[in-house]
């Protein structure tokens, strides 16, 4: 998929190094096609590295993908100069006279807090109410997905004993579903968080389904409304180092972490992490994008 983006983001010379196909504004001008628009809310505090892992993602269909970032303004980024938050995103209250053909919402480190705790819930809340009328589809990831889940539907998270970290084999079921099809009997999908989801509350709730998870993580695809809003219990999208960046960070702080599972070969963290989980990650958000934005969504917004 050619993904257009502002010329002047960081990012872009990644992804064209990466060989990924983005698509300059000239070029996407001259394309007698309605390009899709997709809005991402990213809560994640290294915007930057957030950005790449969706961009990559989302770049592997022949569909012409705007994309447009926003940022809460009831909470100041502190890991993101002002200038590119300045120059690269806006706010709610800029897009929220018009309709979107996809929303995304990302993780954050909150999960430890109560939802209703985390300084940015009302704006957030007031974002997924708007969604409702104004998305055709939306996307929530890690803990994106169990604020999703708990504001939408009334499904409660649940802390695990300790930190789930590494790269957990999953299942698929339902395999019929357009949002898994494509996908192997058994794939791997990174997952780094301190909660989970209430997998009886989704089983009981009639509006919700169960298409993915794994022995040991739980629920990880769940769909309601037919694709209205699809929640991602993990992190498909991020990069072969995230996790090792993130175990040694946590290690620096002292908080002597476990070893990411199924990540370093040996589990010897001086060992360089093999990737094993970008297939899947694409034909998920081209899934998505295909059969949850694209052949829904309306030819005139």
Same mark, same amino acid.
């Given at each position: !998929? &050619?993904?257009?983006? @502002?010329?002047? +983001?960081?990012?872009?010379?990644?992804l064209e190094q990466e060989n990924i196909f983005v698509m300059d504004e000239n070029r996407a001008m001259s394309q007698d096609i309605r390009p899709l628009?997709?809005?991402?809310?990213?809560? !994640? &505090?290294?915007?930057? @590295?957030?950005? +790449?892992?969706?961009l990559r993602s989302l770049s592997n269909t022949p569909l012409q993908v705007n994309?447009?970032?926003?940022?809460?303004?009831?909470?100041?980024?502190?890991?993101?100069?002002?200038?590119?938050?300045?120059?690269?995103?806006?706010?709610?209250?800029?897009?929220?006279?018009?309709?979107?053909?996809?929303l995304i919402i990302t993780g954050a480190p909150v999960e430890l807090m109560k939802?209703?705790?985390?300084?940015?819930?009302?704006?957030?809340t007031k974002i997924m109410d708007w969604s409702e009328k104004n998305v055709t589809s939306t996307l929530h990831i890690c803990w994106g997905a169990q604020a999703g889940l708990y504001y939408r539907y009334g499904v409660s998270n649940i802390k695990l004993d300790k930190k789930l970290s590494g790269v957990y084999k999953h299942y698929t079921f339902h395999k019929r579903t357009p949002l898994v099809r494509g996908f192997d009997d058994s794939f791997l999908v990174p997952q780094s968080r301190y909660t989970g989801v209430d997998k009886d509350a989704i089983v009981n709730n009639p509006l919700l389904e169960i298409v993915s998870e794994s022995d040991v993580t739980g629920p990880y695809l769940i769909i309601a409304e037919d694709g209205k809003n699809i929640f991602v219990t993990g992190h498909p999208e991020y990069d072969t180092l995230t996790l090792d960046q993130e175990y040694k960070r946590d290690v620096k702080k002292g908080i002597n972490p476990d070893i990411p599972v199924n990540y370093y070969p040996d589990d010897n963290p001086e060992n360089a992490p093999v990737k094993s989980w970008r297939c899947h990650a694409n034909t998920l958000y081209t899934n998505w994008l295909n059969y949850y934005v694209y052949q829904v969504t309306p030819y005139k917004l």
């Open positions: !998929m &050619p993904i257009r983006i @502002d010329n002047d +983001l960081p990012v872009k010379k990644i628009d997709i809005l991402i809310l990213n809560l !994640m &505090p290294l915007k930057e @590295d957030t950005e +790449l892992q969706l994309i447009s970032f926003i940022r809460t303004v009831s909470y100041e980024s502190k890991n993101v100069s002002e200038s590119h938050l300045a120059r690269f995103y806006t706010d709610f209250d800029s897009v929220k006279n018009r309709k979107w053909d996809g939802f209703e705790e985390v300084e940015y819930w009302d704006e957030l």
